[in-house]
């Protein structure tokens, strides 16, 4: 099963209308199999504007319809044979001779019911088969425990179907207590099927049907035998608990959310093949799937991201499927993204900014990365680009940077590249405390800090061009993106009010600075809420 998860009901209806629309563009004399209820109506008003507009023809199509009250009489406002042509068929070219619903008004519903299915069998079966999904996971008329392998047929409808549906008549006696309905077999034989989820309340039905096994007591479960069903349903029916998944270079992390709280965490290698990376995500995802209801994955990847296709100089990823093979294989809605603008995400949603709007994440580490977060949503630029580590910061003699510029700012204010001006200024001065803590040649961060504290003047002209590096770098985020704060993150910023007090010094506006509380745990929390 295909998911399509969309913002709201109004991009489902327009997502939903435009596979009917390639369907019926690809086979002008496509047959389409209908379904009524308050989910699809959205979807018939875009099929009806589109044929406005020229874009759609309906003159060959042919549809049948999923099911209709028992007995009803057609100009009854309450039949579905009343509600396809007030949402649909009187508002496009429709021949009416095309038009098929299960006869309500019928002497003989047994003779009815095996007349439809010839039909749609001379008809040469249904192309696009359009479903919706009851709170129960009914789908038609065909009610949890109803024989399930069964062709279209009269049924009795359940009290509770009665009582839900008695809102639409005058009284509850006057529900007809029977329905002719497709049956599932005739549903399984379409060739494609979408099936439409809207609205909290059928939260719990689509995790069902997502995470659960094939069940006659949800009809809709029956759907996964079938090879070609795309769910299309909104954020509402489809937040069940997020999997944020955070791959780095030799580990990758996860968390998984759910209503806001994390409910659970984990750490394991990142393995060295393209192949063994994927196997153990697919492994993992699908072992918390069932025992978190998991409905969405969201993974964040240092590289380019093109389309879901990553690409990227620290891992076996070149031009790697990932949205859509993780996806194929856990049977999940996955979205990949930048690494490090889930770190963004993550600390506007979860950090100390998370009563901001607008943030911007730098990380001060092997190089200089971060996100933007405008309005509380990651700011991507069009190729995926956004490395703010590469604006040039020193026009004269900059230094060179991997990128082909010189002078960029990575190339002050990385780790890297504070500790290699530290031991270039220690190998300067071999008399200076600096100079004394370097071990076999190396320095750490902390070494630098320790020399500071100790008074050496090298290590604090060090710092203090460190600093001046960095206020020069923020303060050119700050008047391109205005943001309510900056928050720092990396080795460095452990140092805590050390870095920040000076850096505070040299900022011009009053925008809040902050260090990362989440850290390294900001990149897997950010990505589950892709
Ligand atoms: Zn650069």
Known sequence: MRIILCDNYEELSKKAAKIVASQITLKPDSVLGLATGSTPVGMYNELAKMYRQGELDFSEVKTFNLDEYYPIKKKNKQSYDYFMRENLFSKI???NENIHIPNGETENPQKECEDYEKQIKANGGVDLQILGIGRNGHIGFNEPDASLNSFTHLTNLTENTIKANSRFFDSFDDVPKQALTMGISTILNAKKIILLASGA????????????GINTNIPATMLKTHPDVVLVCDRESYSGAKLGIDIGGTNIKMAVIDQND???????KTEDTEEKIMQSLT?????????????????????????????????????????????EKTGLCVTVDNDANCAALGEVIFGSTKDCDNIVLVTLGTGVGGGIIMNRQILHSKNNMGEIGHFVI???????????????????????AFIKDAKDAAMKNPDSILYKMMKNDTLTGEDIFKSMDKGCPVAKKVFDDYIRYLAMGINSLVNIFGPDAIVLAGGVTRQGDKLLNPLKKLIKSDVRLEISTLQNDAGSLGAAML
């Open 93 to 95: 070219n429709i021949k």
């Open 394 to 416: 020193q026009a004269e003699n900059g230094r060179p940077c991997p990128c082909g510029q010189t002078g960029c700012w990575e190339q002050y204010c990385s780790m890297t």
């Open 201 to 212: 309340s059928k939260r719990k039905v689509v995790s069902e049907l997502i995470n659960g």
């Open 283 to 327: 492994e993992k995802i699908l072992s918390l799937k069932s025992s978190l209801d998991i409905t969405t994955v969201g993974i964040g990847t240092p590289g380019i991201i093109k389309e879901g296709r990553v690409t990227a100089t620290n891992l076996p990823f070149s031009d790697t499927p990932l949205e859509s093979e993780i996806a």
């Open 262 to 268: 994390i409910v659970y965490k984990s750490n394991f």
